[in-house]
Protein backbone atom coordinates (compact mmCIF):
# COMPACT_ATOMS: atom_id res chain seq x y z
CA UNK A 1 0.00 0.00 0.00
CA UNK A 2 1.49 3.45 -0.84
CA UNK A 3 2.27 5.83 2.07
CA UNK A 4 2.48 9.32 1.52
CA UNK A 5 4.89 12.25 4.05
CA UNK A 6 3.45 14.25 5.58
CA UNK A 7 3.75 16.97 3.83
CA UNK A 8 1.68 14.92 0.96
CA UNK A 9 -0.51 14.65 3.75
CA UNK A 10 -1.28 18.30 4.38
CA UNK A 11 -1.16 19.04 0.86
CA UNK A 12 -4.47 16.15 0.03
CA UNK A 13 -6.15 17.08 3.17
CA UNK A 14 -6.18 20.96 2.10
CA UNK A 15 -7.93 19.60 -1.12
CA UNK A 16 -10.44 17.74 0.27
CA UNK A 17 -11.25 20.19 2.97
CA UNK A 18 -12.17 23.04 -0.08
CA UNK A 19 -13.99 20.16 -2.08
CA UNK A 20 -17.17 19.76 -0.27
CA UNK A 21 -18.04 23.65 -0.99
CA UNK A 22 -16.97 23.35 -4.51
CA UNK A 23 -19.42 20.40 -4.81
CA UNK A 24 -22.12 22.35 -3.27
CA UNK A 25 -21.27 24.90 -5.53
CA UNK A 26 -20.97 23.17 -8.97
CA UNK A 27 -24.92 21.71 -8.24
CA UNK A 28 -26.09 25.17 -7.64
CA UNK A 29 -23.97 26.97 -10.32
CA UNK A 30 -26.83 29.05 -11.53
CA UNK A 31 -26.46 30.86 -8.28
CA UNK A 32 -22.98 31.97 -7.74
CA UNK A 33 -21.72 35.34 -7.87
CA UNK A 34 -19.31 35.74 -10.75
CA UNK A 35 -17.42 38.17 -11.80
CA UNK A 36 -15.14 39.15 -15.18
CA UNK A 37 -11.55 39.23 -14.59
CA UNK A 38 -10.49 39.52 -18.43
CA UNK A 39 -11.82 38.49 -21.61
CA UNK A 40 -13.73 35.28 -21.68
CA UNK A 41 -11.57 34.57 -18.08
CA UNK A 42 -14.14 34.03 -15.01
CA UNK A 43 -13.34 34.12 -11.70
CA UNK A 44 -16.22 33.08 -9.21
CA UNK A 45 -17.16 33.26 -5.44
CA UNK A 46 -15.89 28.99 -5.56
CA UNK A 47 -12.63 30.11 -6.61
CA UNK A 48 -12.14 32.32 -3.68
CA UNK A 49 -13.87 30.53 -1.19
CA UNK A 50 -11.47 26.97 -2.39
CA UNK A 51 -8.07 29.08 -2.19
CA UNK A 52 -9.33 31.09 1.43
CA UNK A 53 -9.24 27.44 2.84
CA UNK A 54 -6.54 25.35 0.81
CA UNK A 55 -4.47 28.65 2.21
CA UNK A 56 -5.81 28.51 5.90
CA UNK A 57 -5.19 24.83 6.04
CA UNK A 58 -1.54 24.83 4.11
CA UNK A 59 -0.60 28.28 6.40
CA UNK A 60 -1.40 26.48 9.70
CA UNK A 61 1.20 23.75 8.56
CA UNK A 62 3.33 25.33 7.07
CA UNK A 63 3.26 29.13 8.55
CA UNK A 64 7.32 30.50 7.14
CA UNK A 65 6.48 28.93 3.54
CA UNK A 66 5.37 31.14 0.81
CA UNK A 67 2.60 31.23 -1.84
CA UNK A 68 2.18 31.08 -5.65
CA UNK A 69 -1.80 30.81 -5.67
CA UNK A 70 -4.40 32.14 -8.72
CA UNK A 71 -6.40 34.69 -6.90
CA UNK A 72 -4.12 36.09 -4.52
CA UNK A 73 -1.05 36.12 -6.90
CA UNK A 74 2.58 35.73 -4.62
CA UNK A 75 2.90 35.84 -1.04
CA UNK A 76 6.36 36.10 0.17
CA UNK A 77 7.24 33.58 2.65
CA UNK A 78 11.13 32.78 3.88
CA UNK A 79 13.23 32.33 1.13
CA UNK A 80 14.93 29.96 2.32
CA UNK A 81 12.13 27.56 2.44
CA UNK A 82 9.83 25.91 0.07
CA UNK A 83 6.46 27.25 -1.25
CA UNK A 84 3.16 26.24 -2.28
CA UNK A 85 1.90 26.91 -5.84
CA UNK A 86 -2.09 26.50 -5.54
CA UNK A 87 -4.73 26.79 -8.30
CA UNK A 88 -8.25 26.48 -6.04
CA UNK A 89 -10.40 25.39 -9.10
CA UNK A 90 -8.71 24.58 -12.64
CA UNK A 91 -11.33 24.43 -15.16
CA UNK A 92 -13.07 27.53 -13.98
CA UNK A 93 -15.09 27.74 -17.27
CA UNK A 94 -16.49 24.04 -16.99
CA UNK A 95 -17.56 24.83 -13.67
CA UNK A 96 -19.05 27.55 -14.50
CA UNK A 97 -21.21 26.07 -17.44
CA UNK A 98 -22.10 22.94 -15.34
CA UNK A 99 -19.70 20.71 -17.18
CA UNK A 100 -18.13 17.97 -14.63
CA UNK A 101 -14.33 18.31 -15.20
CA UNK A 102 -12.18 20.57 -13.18
CA UNK A 103 -9.98 20.11 -10.30
CA UNK A 104 -7.84 21.51 -7.28
CA UNK A 105 -3.52 21.43 -7.91
CA UNK A 106 -1.33 22.28 -4.94
CA UNK A 107 2.49 22.19 -5.76
CA UNK A 108 5.62 22.46 -3.50
CA UNK A 109 8.70 23.91 -5.36
CA UNK A 110 12.44 24.12 -3.38
CA UNK A 111 14.87 26.22 -3.61
CA UNK A 112 18.07 24.64 -4.86
CA UNK A 113 21.60 25.05 -3.71
CA UNK A 114 22.51 26.39 -7.52
CA UNK A 115 19.63 29.57 -6.82
CA UNK A 116 16.74 27.28 -9.03
CA UNK A 117 13.72 26.12 -7.87
CA UNK A 118 11.79 22.22 -8.32
CA UNK A 119 8.63 21.03 -7.86
CA UNK A 120 9.49 18.28 -5.35
CA UNK A 121 5.55 17.33 -4.93
CA UNK A 122 2.04 17.62 -5.85
CA UNK A 123 -1.61 16.81 -5.67
CA UNK A 124 -4.14 17.23 -8.06
CA UNK A 125 -7.83 16.02 -6.94
CA UNK A 126 -10.64 15.75 -9.15
CA UNK A 127 -13.54 16.45 -5.89
CA UNK A 128 -16.68 15.28 -8.52
CA UNK A 129 -14.80 11.49 -8.44
CA UNK A 130 -12.79 12.15 -5.64
CA UNK A 131 -9.82 11.18 -7.49
CA UNK A 132 -5.96 12.13 -5.83
CA UNK A 133 -3.64 12.09 -8.20
CA UNK A 134 -0.22 12.60 -6.12
CA UNK A 135 3.33 12.59 -6.54
CA UNK A 136 6.55 12.60 -4.70
CA UNK A 137 10.32 13.50 -6.30
CA UNK A 138 11.76 9.81 -6.09
CA UNK A 139 8.43 8.21 -4.89
CA UNK A 140 6.70 7.45 -8.31
CA UNK A 141 3.10 8.68 -9.01
CA UNK A 142 -0.01 7.58 -7.67
CA UNK A 143 -3.96 7.90 -7.67
CA UNK A 144 -4.91 7.17 -4.23
CA UNK A 145 -3.00 3.99 -3.50
CA UNK A 146 -2.48 2.73 -7.20
CA UNK A 147 0.64 3.42 -8.88
CA UNK A 148 0.62 5.34 -11.93
CA UNK A 149 2.79 5.14 -15.39
CA UNK A 150 2.60 7.10 -18.55
CA UNK A 151 1.19 5.31 -21.67
CA UNK A 152 3.36 2.10 -23.32
CA UNK A 153 1.97 3.42 -26.75
CA UNK A 154 5.37 4.05 -29.11
CA UNK A 155 3.15 4.63 -32.23
CA UNK A 156 1.41 8.27 -33.13
CA UNK A 157 -1.33 6.06 -35.42
CA UNK A 158 -2.92 4.54 -31.96
CA UNK A 159 -2.18 7.68 -29.94
CA UNK A 160 -5.43 9.88 -28.03
CA UNK A 161 -3.51 13.67 -27.60
CA UNK A 162 -4.70 16.12 -24.92
CA UNK A 163 -4.47 20.18 -25.83
CA UNK A 164 -5.71 23.57 -24.93
CA UNK A 165 -7.38 25.64 -27.44
CA UNK A 166 -6.81 29.21 -27.76
CA UNK A 167 -9.85 31.63 -26.91
CA UNK A 168 -10.86 34.98 -26.62
CA UNK A 169 -7.96 36.79 -24.94
CA UNK A 170 -6.38 34.34 -24.56
CA UNK A 171 -3.13 32.11 -26.43
CA UNK A 172 -1.59 32.31 -30.26
CA UNK A 173 -4.21 30.47 -32.81
CA UNK A 174 -2.59 30.85 -35.66
CA UNK A 175 0.45 29.06 -33.87
CA UNK A 176 -1.77 26.69 -32.34
CA UNK A 177 -3.61 25.87 -35.87
CA UNK A 178 -0.21 25.10 -36.76
CA UNK A 179 0.64 22.75 -34.24
CA UNK A 180 -2.86 21.02 -34.93
CA UNK A 181 -2.43 21.07 -38.39
CA UNK A 182 0.69 18.68 -38.31
CA UNK A 183 -0.09 16.55 -35.29
CA UNK A 184 -3.99 16.11 -35.94
CA UNK A 185 -3.26 13.65 -39.11
CA UNK A 186 -0.83 11.71 -37.48
CA UNK A 187 -2.76 10.27 -34.27
CA UNK A 188 -5.99 8.44 -33.24
CA UNK A 189 -7.38 11.76 -31.95
CA UNK A 190 -7.23 14.53 -30.19
CA UNK A 191 -9.05 15.57 -26.86
CA UNK A 192 -9.41 19.18 -24.98
CA UNK A 193 -11.07 18.90 -22.01
CA UNK A 194 -10.52 22.26 -20.34
CA UNK A 195 -8.56 21.57 -17.01
CA UNK A 196 -4.44 21.11 -17.38
CA UNK A 197 -3.72 20.06 -14.40
CA UNK A 198 -5.97 17.08 -14.91
CA UNK A 199 -4.78 16.81 -18.84
CA UNK A 200 -1.28 15.80 -17.47
CA UNK A 201 -2.58 14.04 -14.45
CA UNK A 202 -4.77 11.42 -17.18
CA UNK A 203 -1.08 11.89 -19.11
CA UNK A 204 0.56 10.30 -15.76
CA UNK A 205 -2.57 7.57 -15.40
CA UNK A 206 -1.73 6.75 -19.68
CA UNK A 207 -5.42 7.69 -20.65
CA UNK A 208 -4.03 10.39 -22.78
CA UNK A 209 -0.82 9.40 -24.61
CA UNK A 210 0.19 12.76 -24.88
CA UNK A 211 -0.44 16.50 -24.77
CA UNK A 212 0.83 19.67 -25.70
CA UNK A 213 -0.67 23.66 -24.70
CA UNK A 214 0.69 26.89 -24.37
CA UNK A 215 0.25 30.31 -22.28
CA UNK A 216 -0.26 28.70 -19.14
CA UNK A 217 0.55 29.57 -15.32
CA UNK A 218 3.00 27.84 -12.94
CA UNK A 219 -0.26 27.18 -10.95
CA UNK A 220 -1.90 25.32 -13.69
CA UNK A 221 1.18 22.65 -14.97
CA UNK A 222 3.32 22.32 -11.34
CA UNK A 223 1.82 19.24 -9.89
CA UNK A 224 0.64 17.98 -13.06
CA UNK A 225 4.36 18.02 -14.71
CA UNK A 226 6.11 16.10 -11.22
CA UNK A 227 2.98 13.62 -11.79
CA UNK A 228 3.97 12.83 -15.75
CA UNK A 229 7.82 12.33 -14.69
CA UNK A 230 7.32 10.57 -12.32
CA UNK A 231 5.07 8.52 -13.86
CA UNK A 232 7.52 7.48 -16.51
CA UNK A 233 7.35 10.20 -18.60
CA UNK A 234 8.62 13.35 -19.95
CA UNK A 235 7.63 17.13 -19.95
CA UNK A 236 9.96 19.22 -22.52
CA UNK A 237 8.87 22.74 -24.50
CA UNK A 238 7.80 22.31 -27.89
CA UNK A 239 11.50 21.74 -29.36
CA UNK A 240 12.25 18.95 -26.62
CA UNK A 241 14.42 21.21 -24.32
CA UNK A 242 13.85 22.05 -20.68
CA UNK A 243 12.76 25.85 -20.91
CA UNK A 244 9.17 25.48 -20.11
CA UNK A 245 7.95 27.83 -18.02
CA UNK A 246 10.27 30.55 -20.09
CA UNK A 247 8.67 29.84 -23.03
CA UNK A 248 5.57 28.96 -21.65
CA UNK A 249 5.03 25.88 -23.80
CA UNK A 250 4.37 22.70 -22.82
CA UNK A 251 4.61 18.92 -24.05
CA UNK A 252 4.04 16.08 -22.16
CA UNK A 253 4.39 11.52 -23.21
CA UNK A 254 6.15 8.92 -22.85
CA UNK A 255 9.75 8.66 -24.42
CA UNK A 256 8.91 7.40 -27.56
CA UNK A 257 5.86 9.77 -28.46
CA UNK A 258 7.51 13.11 -27.27
CA UNK A 259 10.54 12.42 -29.74
CA UNK A 260 8.00 12.30 -32.51
CA UNK A 261 5.70 14.48 -30.95
CA UNK A 262 8.33 17.18 -30.58
CA UNK A 263 9.22 16.90 -33.94
CA UNK A 264 6.31 17.41 -35.36
CA UNK A 265 5.70 20.75 -33.49
CA UNK A 266 8.99 22.09 -33.82
CA UNK A 267 8.23 21.30 -37.57
CA UNK A 268 5.16 23.29 -37.88
CA UNK A 269 6.59 26.10 -35.95
CA UNK A 270 9.37 26.38 -38.33
Same mark, same amino acid.
Given at each position: ???????????? #?? %?????? =? !? *??????????? $????????????????????????????????????????????????????????????????????????????????????????????????????????? #?? %?????? =? !? *??????????? $???????????????????????????????????????????????????????????????????????????????????????????????????????????????
Amino acid at each position: MASHSGLLTVMD #RA %ARKAAP =R !L *RRDFNEVQHLQ $VSRKGPADFVSMADQRAEQTIYEELSKARPDWGFLMEERGEIAGDPSKPRFIVDPLDGTTNFLHGIPHFSISIAVEEPMVNGKREITSGVVYQPLTDESFWAEKG #RG %AWVQEQ =R !L *RVSARRDLSES $VIATGIPFLGHGDFAQWSRIFGAVAPEVAGIRRLGSAALDLAWVAAGRFDGFWESSLKPWDVAAGMLLVKEAGGFVTDFRGGDKMMERNEFLAANDALQSRLHKLIAGALR
